[in-house]
């Protein structure tokens, strides 16, 4: 009834504790029922049978190390096999690192029971553990072995092949030579039946399911050639293909250690950040600090981290200063200073200073944990084309062993060939058509791609976009932060209204709040964070210092502006400078202009863009004349381009109207890419076919 030991041992002392009233039925007590949510209790003894499992039914997820898995179609035999046990909600195979991720209810199945499911279908399954590298180790020498064998009894049957195939034997005595067939039977039989053990043993498994796998192409490829060339030995015959048999077997075991490598490396990345999650927290409690486990955390908390502890949570530096290494989460190796007010993210480093942390995101809401959700579920998604890959290769083996008994019978009665020469006709099908390949090259190419990308800084939510990304029509890129820097730096304001304006965005992480506070640090301003900090997106920001109640946005922000303040602004604009008005009081008191540069190699990769026919959008909250400034700087930095489309611009629209003009180009039968690094850019990015989030984006 209990899913281990410890869940029942729990379970009594809970009882002991007088939780549980005696004389009542244990299935009826609150400690019974909520320990079926928790999960202690994998199902409800002699419980009904029902029909169907009610949608808010406790749900937990399972991952299982698998082992066995030779091609795509084994992923799908455990999937279907899975999804028919009652209790499992959903299931996906990660075939490219041999992880299997189960959703079920523990209320209706015992975990158990889904992992005998699986050994039934004959695989290998296991708890998965970031660190088994000691069973991984193990599977590999088993494998190396089996290959190095397969291979050394290869090249001497090659070799003695070779001999016979040039006549170097037809001077030696035939109560010599007659020998030479056994030692290539005695040769080949070990590299079939110790080397392939494996293929034939899911062929195998899959007969007495009445499944057709690939494997059933090998083994009956091997068998085949194998067999044959001992009938033609025990007779005497000199038509032998044991170098067949071992050369499928050694080729096979060749390309499933090349395949081994690439999952070993995807999933290595995953237990990688799995162990970056930290698994407990030092917490400050009435003035003491003790260690909690990470689960125990709550938003709310203050959390100490000392030099060289990982963060373990999000959240705001209340006290203390420290250069944080926040590699793992951005990639940028430079270590970032954090003080008072600073955002920090969990799973990264405290180098050189203590903070006292004040957690906003824990658990599964951290960054990190988003991070890790994002690469499992881009790694367990599957194309278009590796769905139809799955699909055909189902279809295609038996299709395969139809057409090779066709050959056979086509050989030897419709054309009058000998029985030989049709059944190796019929072997050579078997042996040439086998879809692993393709099965197996696709997830791999896919997982592939997704590793190199993140290489480079990109991560891959789903592997479908991998698809999608060929086929865009529009590039819609948000200006600020995207196509330029975003590290702002103010060029014109009051002195005297800096300290004003950097109160209001103390906490603020948008880029130009960052040059307020910069630029009011270097005037020596004193600044306190304001109160009631209110922020509109794609507008600005409110807040009130003192009895003032301070405002700072874009032009749309505020109700009306003098005519000397406008005309300022549209000076700073006509230069390409970003600019701002603020205020206090309903009151518009001041425009504030800030630089910022064309990112390096934005022009470039627009210029390759509009060459490849890609419509090139340019979206800014800023004014036209702004964003049509950059614009002008990237089309000069590129050259003229006869026949390109030119950059199109889009100035002052809001979240929703983005969100809009992606919509529009959509109706018109185009595939858009957004591209975009704030808030403000979030319905745009969802609303696209295909979004791009900047790793250094302000949100």
Request: glycine share 10%; aromatic share 6%.
């Amino acid at each position: 009834m209990f899913c281990c030991t410890g869940c029942m041992n729990v379970y009594a002392i809970l009882v002991e504790c007088g939780l549980a009233a005696s004389g009542m039925d244990l299935r009826e007590t609150d400690l019974f029922k909520r320990s079926l949510e928790l999960g202690l209790i994998s199902q409800r003894p002699a419980a009904p049978r029902l029909q169907a499992i009610p949608a808010n039914a406790p749900a937990q997820d399972l991952m299982l190390h698998l082992s066995g898995l030779w091609c795509s179609s084994c992923a799908w035999l455990i999937e279907h096999a899975l999804g028919r046990l009652r209790g499992v909600l959903s299931v996906e195979v990660l075939f490219a690192s041999d992880l299997v991720k189960v959703r079920y209810s523990p209320q209706y199945l015992p975990p158990e029971k889904i992992r005998e499911r699986i050994a039934e279908v004959g695989y290998g399954v296991a708890e998965w553990d970031p660190s088994r590298d000691r069973a991984d180790a193990g599977e590999r020498r088993d494998h190396l072995l089996r290959l190095g064998v397969a291979a050394f009894l290869w090249i001497n049957v090659m070799m003695l092949n070779v001999a016979i195939y040039v006549g170097y034997f037809e001077k030696i005595p035939a109560s010599v030579s007659r020998y030479v067939p056994y030692i290539l039977m005695a040769l080949a039989t070990p590299a079939v039946f110790y080397s392939a053990a494996p293929i034939l043993r899911l062929a195998g498994r899959g007969a007495r399911m009445g499944v057709v796998r690939m494997e059933s192409l090998l083994a009956l490829g091997i068998l085949a050639a194998w067999g044959y060339s001992v009938v033609q030995t025990l007779s005497g015959g000199n038509h032998l293909y044991f170098d067949t048999a071992c050369a499928i077997v050694t080729l096979v075991l060749v390309g499933k250690w090349t395949e081994r490598s690439a999952k070993e490396k995807t999933s290595h990345s995953i237990a990688l950040l799995h162990r970056m999650m930290p698994r407990k927290a030092r917490i400050l409690d009435g003035g003491h600090e003790r260690f909690v486990s990470i689960d125990a955390v709550r938003a709310g908390d203050e959390i100490v981290v000392k030099a060289g502890e990982r963060i373990p949570v999000d959240g705001v530096v209340l006290a203390g200063e420290s250069h944080v290494d926040e590699s793992v989460i951005t990639g940028e190796s430079a270590p970032v200073g954090k003080t008072h007010g600073s955002a920090v993210r969990g799973g990264s480093v405290s180098i050189d200073g203590v903070l006292r942390i004040q957690a906003t995101s824990v658990g599964s809401e951290s960054t990190l944990a988003q991070v890790l959700r994002t690469v499992e579920r881009a790694l367990l998604s599957r194309t278009g084309v590796e769905r139809a890959v799955d699909r055909a290769s189902r279809v295609f083996v038996p299709v395969v062993i139809g057409l090779a008994l066709l050959t056979f019978l086509g050989w030897r009665y419709g054309a009058s060939a000998a029985t030989s020469e049709a059944l190796m006709r019929g072997i050579a099908v078997l042996v040439i058509a086998c879809p692993c390949a393709l099965g197996i090259a696709t997830p791999l190419a896919v997982t592939a791609a997704i590793g190199a990308a993140s290489k480079r800084g990109i991560l891959v939510g789903e592997s479908k976009v991998l698809e999608t990304v060929a086929r865009v029509d529009v590039m819609a890129l948000d200006k600020t932060g995207t196509v330029t820097e975003g590290c702002f730096s103010v060029l014109h304001g009051n002195p005297q209204h800096v300290p004003l304006l950097a109160s209001v965005e103390a906490l603020s992480e948008h880029p130009l709040g960052k040059a307020i506070v910069k630029h009011a640090g270097q005037i020596c301003a004193d600044f306190e964070p304001a109160a009631d900090v209110e922020v509109r997106k794609g507008l600005g920001i409110s807040g009130s210092v003192g009895a003032r109640r301070v405002f700072i946005g874009s032009r749309r922000m505020v109700t009306s502006v003098h005519t000397d303040l406008l005309e300022e602004g549209q000076q700073w604009e006509s230069k390409g400078a970003t600019v701002a008005y603020y205020g206090w009081d309903g009151d518009v008191k001041g425009v504030i202009a800030f630089g910022d540069r064309v990112r390096a190699g934005a022009a470039e990769l627009i210029g390759t863009l509009r060459r490849r026919g890609v419509r090139v959008l340019l979206i800014s909250g800023d004014s036209a004349r702004t964003t049509r400034h950059v614009a002008g700087l990237i089309e000069s930095a590129t050259g003229p381009m006869r026949g390109a489309p030119e950059v199109e611009i889009r100035a002052g629209p809001l979240p929703d109207e983005k969100a809009a003009t992606v919509a529009q180009l959509q109706r018109e039968g185009l595939v858009v890419c957004m591209a975009g690094d704030g808030i403000n850019d979030a319905p745009a990015l969802a609303q696209a076919d295909l979004g791009i989030a900047m790793g250094s984006g302000t949100d």
